[in-house]
């Protein structure tokens, strides 16, 4: 059975990871023709700043999830589960919406890249649900008594 999943794993990754890296390359192809052969007035400074860095998460991303296979062809490792949630949804959700946001700054020119800012304005969202999850359930550990063995007399 263990043997089935990581079967499964393995080839559900190596699909992810392929249909993500043609779909990136024809993005930032499409992006870098527009750019010098049909001379749009596109700046390449943010497209570097921003689109880039996402070529390495991308990378990370191929190296955590890609299938290892042994020399006899067997599978030797299954890679690890691109769909867990934590920290690779978050890689996800950077890698695909700058990829929205290349197609956008292919359609109306740089101001597009400000859409990008969504990225950190939803980080922040994120950590501060988290701590206020957390501060919240800390509240909770104290007991219920708490506020009233303050408010005790002392005998």
């Not at 978050?90 to 800012?117: E, K, P, S």
Request: charged content about 15%; proline content about 4%; glycine content about 8%.
């Amino acid at each position: 059975m263990a043997q089935k999943a990581a079967k499964s794993l393995a080839t559900r990754n190596g699909a992810v990871l392929s249909r993500t890296h043609l779909v990136s390359a024809a993005l930032h192809l499409l992006f870098l023709l527009l750019h010098f052969v049909f001379q749009r007035p596109r700046s390449l400074k943010p497209y570097f700043f921003l689109a880039v860095p996402t070529l390495a998460i991308e990378y990370y991303l191929d190296r955590m999830g890609r299938p290892r296979y042994n020399e006899d062809g067997s599978l030797r490792s299954a890679g690890e589960d691109l769909n867990a949630t934590g920290l690779t949804e978050y890689m996800w959700d950077v890698l695909y919406w700058t990829q929205g946001c290349i197609v956008a700054a292919c359609l109306f020119n740089d101001r597009a890249w400000w859409l990008w800012a969504v990225i950190p304005l939803y980080s922040v969202y994120a950590a501060y649900t988290t701590v206020m999850g957390v501060k919240k359930g800390f509240a909770g550990m104290g007991g219920g008594d708490a506020g009233q063995a303050a408010d005790a007399p002392k005998i």
